[in-house]
């Protein structure tokens, strides 16, 4: 069956700092990857998606995020954090056999200091 | 106006009561979606629409009635509610076909429901 893992429930960082939150997903194939944020009272927004091809991808907001096949993985990244990220992360996995379901993971909720 | 609107943003309810949500997407989008989101648990996927016709209905309880009239609008009927049903409901539409750059859902802000 399909999951999606985001191991860390909360991260800190202090602002400036470099930002890596955590992706492990279980799919038969490659699947569609995908990166939400939500802001505390709004909707999910994608960050960026990744289908095919290059496997590092550039998402809003200076985010970006590498598939690896090797490890399951799909980290998303930023090399310096502003205040205004915190929020949750959500990591999703959308089957690529003909239905358009996702899987969403648990979240990982970014505390920012300043 | 473009996106997915979700009204009311707010909602309080009691247990015998019937209220009603709503969704619209000015997306041009066939697939419509709700979810529902509890503390400290993964997104619910509840209901899917596809051309105005049900294609899942993820075992969810006869209180919450899904309606979907047209494309663009998705409504989440509710009725005798339990305090256990209090979180925020989300709308999502997409195309309904698969592949690259079809399936991205797109969300609405949520209504934040509250069962007393």
């Known amino acids: 069956a399909q999951s999606v893992t985001q191991p860390d429930i909360h991260i800190t960082v202090s602002e400036g700092a470099s930002l890596e939150l955590r992706c492990n997903y279980s799919y038969g194939a490659t699947p569609y990857l995908f990166w939400y944020v939500q802001s505390p009272g709004q909707g999910l927004q994608l960050l960026l998606k990744y289908f095919s091809g290059d496997t590092l991808v550039q998402g809003i907001k200076g985010f970006e995020a590498e598939f690896k096949r090797s490890q399951s993985s799909f980290n998303l990244r930023k090399p310096s954090v502003h205040w205004s990220d915190a929020a949750e992360y959500f990591c999703a996995v959308g089957s690529t056999s003909g239905t358009y379901k996702y899987i969403f993971g648990t979240g990982t909720r970014l505390k920012v200091l300043a | 106006e473009t996106g997915v609107t979700q009204t009311p943003r707010h909602l309080v309810m009691g247990m015998t009561n019937k209220k009603s949500l709503k969704c619209e997407q000015h997306l041009g989008h066939n697939a419509m979606y709700w979810y529902k989101q509890s503390a400290k648990k993964p997104l619910e996927l509840m209901f899917v629409y596809n051309f105005k016709e049900q294609t899942e209905n993820n075992s969810v309880p006869s209180r919450f009635s899904p309606e979907c009239p047209n494309s663009s609008h998705l409504f989440l009927h509710l009725h005798t509610l339990q305090p256990e049903d209090s979180a925020l409901y989300l709308c999502?539409?997409?195309?309904?076909?698969w592949g690259e750059g079809k399936n991205i859902q797109y969300f609405g802000a949520g209504t934040r429901l509250s069962v007393l």
């Open positions: 999502a539409s997409s195309f309904s076909l």
